[in-house]
């Protein structure tokens, strides 16, 4: 599973706090972005905010006092809510100068330095979680009444020289009308897998536990058939 991360606002890297190969955590800082704009606007609007609050209260109390009209003060009121909404907003924007890791995994690739411009869609670096590493696969149409979820498969690597026993975990409900194919998935873990590397899938797709299995070259042929030679012992 990868994702490209990206900043969620435009502005210029200031800090890359990670490196290729590194494991980060979900919520994990990777960057920060340039925010000295912003914070000069948040300041600016704080000013405001403080005289909107010194205004209210000074308000308040000539009113307590029954000095003044109740629309002055509801007014005062109204303008502070209103800048705690801004600066509220205005935080929130400015979070998004910090880039963070939306989920647990390993840096495969870093496209950013400090300095380099960044804008939402522009990727900073590639995270790759293999936890929910599978298996797909193109089956033949002409399997689709044996090859079904659930069957029991072999996974074969020839790169690392393994096999594992594993299950299909799902069935694509659709024959592709190019190739006339179907899709499967099948669950996968470990250690040593690499994503995109090449399988090879043996699918069973019959079972008879009460079958007897015999070496080819001990079958007969005559004009009536294939036959066997059964021994005294019954073998």
């Not at 979070?95 to 496209?111: C, H, K, M």
């Amino acid at each position: 599973d990868e994702m490209m991360l990206t900043p969620k606002m435009p502005g210029t890297v200031t800090r890359v706090l990670i490196k290729v190969g590194d494991n980060v955590k979900a919520g994990q800082v990777i960057a920060y972005m340039d925010d000295a704009i912003m914070k000069q606007s948040m300041s600016q609007v704080q000013t405001q905010l403080d005289f909107a609050k010194q205004n209210f209260e000074k308000l308040d109390r000539l009113w307590k006092q029954g000095i003044g009209t109740e629309v002055q003060l509801l007014g005062a009121k109204t303008q502070v809510e209103a800048l705690e909404k801004q600066i509220a907003t205005m935080h929130e924007q400015n979070s998004g100068n910090t880039v963070r890791a939306p989920r647990s995994g390993t840096i495969d690739e870093l496209f950013t330095k400090v300095g380099m411009p960044a804008s939402p869609g522009m990727p900073m670096a590639k995270l790759v979680t293999k936890s929910g590493l599978k298996v797909v696969a193109d089956i033949a149409e002409g399997f689709s009444g044996k090859v079904k979820q659930g069957n029991e498969v072999l996974l074969q690597f020839p790169d690392l020289n393994k096999e594992i026993k594993a299950r299909i975990g799902y069935v694509s409900q659709t024959i592709n009308a190019l190739n006339r194919t179907y899709r499967v998935d099948i669950p996968v873990s470990g250690p040593d897998l690499i994503p995109n590397m090449i399988t090879k899938i043996r699918v069973i797709d019959y079972k008879n536990d009460k079958s007897i299995v015999i070496p080819i070259n001990c079958i007969q042929k005559s004009e009536s058939g294939d036959y066997v030679l059964i021994s005294e012992n019954g073998k």
